[in-house]
Nanobody
Framework: QVSFVESGGAVVQPGGSLRLSCVAS????????ISWYRQAPGKERELVAS????????RYHNSVKGRFTISRDNSRNTAYLQMNSLEPEDTADYSC?????????WGQGTQVTVSP
């Protein structure tokens, strides 16, 4: 069974940094693209960043380009999201995800709150 354990969420001031971690299990982690999504209260879930299984192809939501970096350690079945220059608009529940056709699976998420 595919599952994820996310960690690293916290309350941080604007301009601060956090690093989120996501430990995956139940599938061949190194074989699939890994993604981070976020959902803020009252808003739809949105893709924050994704990283391909092979090579270094990554993509980012326009609002986080230049501030967030996604990475992965296949030896540890772990994905990371380094978040710098955090803004109040980044406040959301962040979860990692994998698409193993035909289903997309999400983790439980970790809460990030950016507040003075």
């Amino acid at each position: 069974q595919v599952s994820f354990v996310e960690s690293g969420g916290a309350v941080v001031q604007p301009g601060g940094s956090l690093r989120l971690s996501c430990v995956a299990s139940g599938y061949s982690f190194r074989t699939y693209t890994i993604s981070w999504y976020r959902q803020a209260p009252g808003k739809e879930r949105e893709l924050v960043a994704s990283l391909a299984a092979i090579g270094s192809n990554s993509r980012y939501h326009n609002s986080v380009k230049g501030r967030f970096t996604i990475s992965r350690d296949n030896s540890r079945n772990t994905a990371y999201l380094q978040m710098n220059s955090l803004e109040p608009e980044d406040t959301a529940d962040y979860s990692c995800s994998v698409l193993i056709p035909p289903a997309r699976v999400w983790g439980q998420g970790t809460q990030v709150t950016v507040s003075p």
